[in-house]
């Protein structure tokens, strides 16, 4: 039984490990920054050299020196050919050199960031080559730049001190007055003098540009002109437009999981790795979180590389992934003895431009470089790959047995949250745990943002629970913990009620942010002891209403259809009063033999005191019960005439099961051993109330202990009576002519190809007419199983259609929602 939390599947048995292709040795030094271009690999290291190895051949060609610190960061500008070095330690600096394709050092420019050794560690870099421009990471906080004027000399001018055609062919591998010119057989360019100083000035200077080190940053071109991303140890990411002389802060990402260590981009999406084993993912159009994968919980992410739309990272534990569009794992493996610092994808060489490989650098010395491809064209069958993950998620849930009635599973409970606020925060969600009081399961809060348009969006809540009930092994044909698929049903407690459709929502939620069309605020609030009374959850909702609201609509899919091939939306619930009653006398239990007609037994009077509450035609005796009953409407007869097709049961049955109140005698208890002689000196018994429109609660509670009190009283005996209302539940009924039923209902129809039946339930959900209250708005509730999906029966289960175009329905209600919230805002 997997709990693990990632909701990444593990494909690594289907793909291929990268091959080895070579390894590469620094002596004595860690391996901090890699970069390479067309024929070499440039590694900067801790010993403050940048070493320069041949592509082909895997050999040491050159090791450049001018650094007096740690070199933290390479950039390869391929438009110009140049390569940019920063350094760290003081005092801090960064290099331009420029190379020939025989590797001799032309040119070298030392550029002095504002402020010098106050600027600290120059920890990145990132070159733009629209701009011609050069931006620098400080750990000061401040963003520098510098930029290239036009016109600037090409590369081929800087290689000679003189003319071509000047040059004798002794002087081809001499100094020509240029201190630092080396051989390109040489191992080894000291370039420790510069030939020009630049500075950057104080005007392209943002400081603090965040509240950390800039430890990251990747230039991005697109439609909006360039931008920079930029990631701080404050956990955060900033996009800048760059389109101005100065950069401007377009919008920032909070992270949430440690500094932003590694930052890569794949067009309008942007990976920021974290300290503690997170890839956050952003959309950069629409400004909004899409995803986060859990690499690995509490190990650092140190650097990232892409090829294609395969994501490769690399952690503190010397371990290297590989990640595909769908964020699944296809490939893990063991790439070093210790932390992987740094990652560049490259082509292999110049005579196989087909060929990419993986380089990466450890602080074990190594160099290694991975043979990878890439990644293959998919075309997956319609939802298919979104199905998978909901399928490979709903299997993780169903694992926890959450059962919130009992005091055992209470860990379980808390587990199963915390993995809810885990797998919804993976799929794009802002989400926390609220706490409930000490002994109650926490409640999951979780808001998928819209996309932001500059304009107002609807906040649609949508309600659920994680906690389930007891599932003995009796009557299971598999283990109700362990989801099992069998002929197109999972099977698992909870797959219907009600971790299926959590998931099903969430996972539309998911696929709308990733198609940029997610126009509303989708708020998650799944409790854990709606099993059990749903305890402490209208306290914890009122205290924290300010984070949850405004809310414009309720959303809930806790119940299944009234059949197993119709689809329908539920529009009313009953109330429901449950109650317990005791009458004891002041002894302890007695012998019938001896005590037998001495006594008056509190059994005779619970059983004369619960028939007073019913007469011999089942009409409950508490004064005014009926009066506020709705009588039924022409249109009801009509509706309860349809499902009676539908079910082959009568509509007086249906009638009475969903809009009749009702009441029930539950189970009566005894003290004492419970044979046949003895005289129980306690009684107490369960009994419960249904409630339908328009009878008031409190009037309802009121009249019930008011008439047990009273007959009680009749019976004139000896004994005492307790009454305690132990739970409340008020009715629901739907808005049937409101626009946001419209649109769930026209989202069902869509999507099954024929008209939802309206149904009603006789069941309670305590929380949706107390959050209607409390939001002021309404509900609407979709049920997502079958009427055969065993909800609290043993074999629990939820078809898999059902589950997908569950998914689909909640898809097309919010794009609805969002469509006729846009024509009310210009209307």
Same mark, same amino acid.
């Given at each position: ?113 504002? +402020?010098?050794? #106050?600027? *600290? =560690?120059?920890?990145?870099?990132? /070159? $733009?080559?629209?701009?011609? %421009? ?93 931008? +920079?991303?930029? #990631?701080? *140890? =404050?956990?955060?990411?900033?996009? /800048? $437009?760059?389109?101005?002389? %100065? ?15 590694a930052l890569v981009a794949l067009g309008d999406t942007i990976y920021a790795g974290c300290q503690d084993g997170y890839v956050r993912v952003f959309d950069l159009e629409t400004k909004t979180l899409v995803r986060t994968i859990i690499v690995q919980e509490g190990i650092d992410i140190i650097a990232m590389s892409m090829l294609g739309s395969d994501l490769y990272t690399c952690t503190a534990n010397g ?21 992987? +610092? ?11 431009? $087909? ?473």
């Open positions: 039984m997997s709990r693990a939390a990632s909701l990444s599947r593990d494909l690594q048995r289907n793909e291929p490990v990268p091959l080895l292709v070579h390894s590469l040795h620094e002596s004595r030094s860690s391996v901090l920054s890699l970069a390479a271009n067309e024929e070499y690999i440039f590694s900067g290291n801790q010993n403050k050299d940048i070493s320069v190895w041949d592509k082909k051949t895997f050999q040491l060609k050159s090791t450049l020196r001018g650094h007096t610190g740690s070199v933290l960061d390479l950039e390869y500008a391929k438009d110009k050919k140049w390569l940019f070095s920063s350094s760290g330690m003081k005092p801090s600096s960064f290099r331009l050199a420029l190379y020939s394709k025989r590797l001799d050092l032309a040119k070298l420019y030392l550029i002095d960031p504002r +402020l010098g050794e #106050g600027a *600290g =560690d120059l920890f990145s870099l990132a /070159w $733009s080559s629209e701009l011609q %421009t050069i931006f620098v990471g400080c750990q000061n906080t401040s963003l520098q730049w510098y930029t290239f004027q036009d016109p600037m000399p090409s590369s081929a001018s800087f290689f000679d001190s003189y003319p071509q055609y000047e040059r004798k062919p002794a002087d081809i591998f001499a100094n020509n007055g240029m201190p630092g010119r080396g051989s390109p057989d040489s191992d080894r360019s000291d370039v420790s003098t510069p030939q020009e100083y630049l500075s950057i000035p104080s005007s392209n200077v943002i400081d603090p540009a965040h509240y950390g080190y800039i430890y990251c940053m990747v230039v991005l071109h697109s439609d909006r002109g360039v931008e +920079l991303a930029t #990631g701080s *140890g =404050d956990e955060t990411v900033k996009l /800048w $437009s760059c389109d101005s002389e %100065t950069p401007e802060l377009v919008h920032e990402f909070f992270c949430s999981h440690g500094a932003v260590l371990w290297i992934k590989r990640w595909s569009a769908s964020f699944d794992c296809t490939a893990s493996w063991k790439g070093h003895d210790g932390i992987v +610092l740094s990652s560049i994808v490259t082509n292999r060489s110049d005579s196989d431009s $087909s060929g990419f490989c993986l380089i990466s650098g450890g602080n074990d010395e190594h160099i290694k470089v991975w043979e990878v491809q890439s990644p293959r064209i998919r075309i997956p069958s319609p939802n298919a790959s979104d199905l998978d993950t909901l399928i490979h998620a709903l299997s993780k849930f169903v694992a926890f047995p959450s059962i919130s009635s009992d005091p055992s599973h209470r860990e379980d409970c808390r587990q199963a949250a915390i993995w809810l606020r885990k797998c919804l925060g993976q799929l794009g969600a802002h989400t926390s745990l609220l706490p409930t009081g000490e002994g109650n399961s926490p409640i999951v809060l979780a808001t998928f943002e819209g996309s932001i348009r500059g304009k107002s969006k609807p906040k649609i809540l949508f309600y659920g629970h994680y906690d389930v009930i007891p599932a003995p092994s009796n009557g299971w044909d598999s283990d109700p913990f362990h989801m099992t698929g069998r002929n197109g049903y999972l099977y698992g407690r909870g797959a219907t009620d009600n971790k299926g459709p959590i998931l099903a929502a969430a996972s539309a939620a998911a696929e709308l942010l990733a198609r940029r069309a997610l126009e509303v605020d989708l708020v998650f609030l799944i409790e854990g002891e709606e099993e059990c009374g749903s305890k402490g959850f209208a306290e914890t909702v009122r205290k924290h209403k300010d984070a949850i609201g405004p809310i414009d609509a309720i959303l809930v899919s806790n119940s299944t259809w009234i059949a197993d091939d119709r689809p329908c939306i539920t529009y009313g619930l009953r109330g429901v009063v449950h109650c317990a009653v005791e009458i004891s006398n002041d002894r302890p239990d007695l012998h019938s033999g001896i005590e037998g007609g001495a006594v008056a037994e509190p059994m005779v009077d619970m059983v004369r005191l619960l028939a007073s509450l019913i007469d011999g035609k089942r009409v409950v005796q508490i004064p005014g019960f009926y009066d506020r009953v709705r009588p039924q409407t022409e249109d009801e007869k009509l509706l309860y005439k349809l499902l009676s097709k539908v079910t082959s049961r009568p509509a007086s049955l249906l009638s009475s099961r969903w809009r009749e109140p009702s009441f029930t005698i539950h189970n009566v208890e005894i003290s004492g051993p419970k044979n046949a002689t003895v005289i129980p000196g306690t009684v107490s018994a369960q009994l419960s109330l249904r409630l339908v429109p328009d009878q008031d609660l409190d009037t309802i509670v009121k009249s019930l202990r008011d008439y047990l009190q009273k007959s009680f009283d009749n019976l004139q005996s000896p004994n005492k009576l307790i009454i305690n209302v132990e739970h409340t539940a008020d009715w629901w009924l739907g808005d049937l002519d409101g626009h946001w039923f419209k649109s769930l209902e026209s989202a069902v129809q869509e999507e099954w190809g024929e008209e939802p039946l309206r149904i009603r339930e006789g069941g309670s959900i305590p929380s949706i007419p107390y959050l209607e209250k409390e939001f002021g708005c309404h509900a609407l509730h979709l049920p997502m199983g079958q009427s055969s999906d065993q909800a609290h029966l043993p074999n629990e289960r939820i078809s898999l259609a059902n589950l997908r175009k569950g998914k689909a329905v909640i898809e097309r209600f919010l794009l609805k929602a969002a469509s006729q919230h846009a024509e009310e805002s210009t209307s």
